[in-house]
């Protein structure tokens, strides 16, 4: 088709259809685009992106969280439906725990007298005895915990309950951990050395270092606020 007949069909369709907002003209090559380039790309622009909220986001600020305290921070598993099956699965291994240390216990009693405890009952029957004290009595006070948090689905409150589970956890992990830590320096010696470590009548030495330590340093930091969600501002 040649130009001087495919200008005329344009002409003819620029008649029909154009509106006179639009500048339409021709030119000799029908290849070539016959609207005229705006300048102003920025109002196309504009008519293409979307209408401010319409994304519903909040990109637009510029402002940080920025947290007053520990119950300013979020729950954890609130936001992905795991709150409820963690600490329901947590509540059920530390009951399971607490049953195991309490049945521990009584059938040690039930098979030795309670009234030679110290001067007839053997170093490691006592041990079993110390860390099912410790264990239970942790698995007690965490169970609490979890229960709590279940109750009133969040945060623990108020902060002095809080700082009290944290207070009655510290002392008796901390006293766990130590008594392992004893146990199996007195099997190295016994092994090793042949030697057995006098803790004294009544395992005083045991007990004040495994259970005073730990209430020491659990005190210390109770003293310093640092049990509970402290304020960071």
């Not at 520990?70 to 954890?76: E, K, N, T």
Request: glycine share 8%; with cysteine; hydrophobic share 45%.
């Amino acid at each position: 088709m040649s130009a001087n007949v495919s200008d005329k069909l344009f002409t003819s369709a620029s008649l029909l259809f154009s509106n006179g907002d639009v500048n339409v003209y021709s030119t000799a090559d029908p290849y070539i685009s016959r609207y005229p380039i705006t300048d102003n790309v920025s109002a196309t622009r504009d008519q293409c992106e979307p209408i401010s909220g319409d994304n519903n986001t909040e990109a637009t600020t510029d402002e940080q969280f920025v947290p007053g305290s520990g119950y300013d921070f979020p729950v954890f598993g609130m936001e992905d439906g795991t709150f409820v099956y963690l600490h329901s699965l947590a509540i059920g291994c530390l009951i399971t725990s607490l049953i195991s240390a309490i049945i521990t216990i009584v059938f040690s009693f039930r098979n030795n007298n309670n009234l030679t405890f110290f001067s007839k009952w053997s170093r490691s029957e006592r041990y079993v005895v110390y860390m099912a004290i410790c264990d239970g009595i942790f698995n007690f006070w965490h169970t609490i915990e979890h229960m709590h948090g279940l109750v009133v689905f969040g945060h623990v409150r108020p902060k002095e309950l809080c700082a009290l589970y944290g207070f009655m956890v510290t002392v008796f992990i901390g006293a766990q951990n130590l008594l392992v830590n004893v146990i199996a320096i007195s099997v190295f010696f016994i092994i090793y050395f042949d030697k057995n470590i006098n803790f004294g009548k009544r395992d005083w030495k045991l007990l004040l270092y495994c259970f005073g330590v730990p209430f020491v340093g659990a005190v210390a930091a109770a003293a310093g606020d640092q049990f509970g969600p402290i304020e960071l501002l």
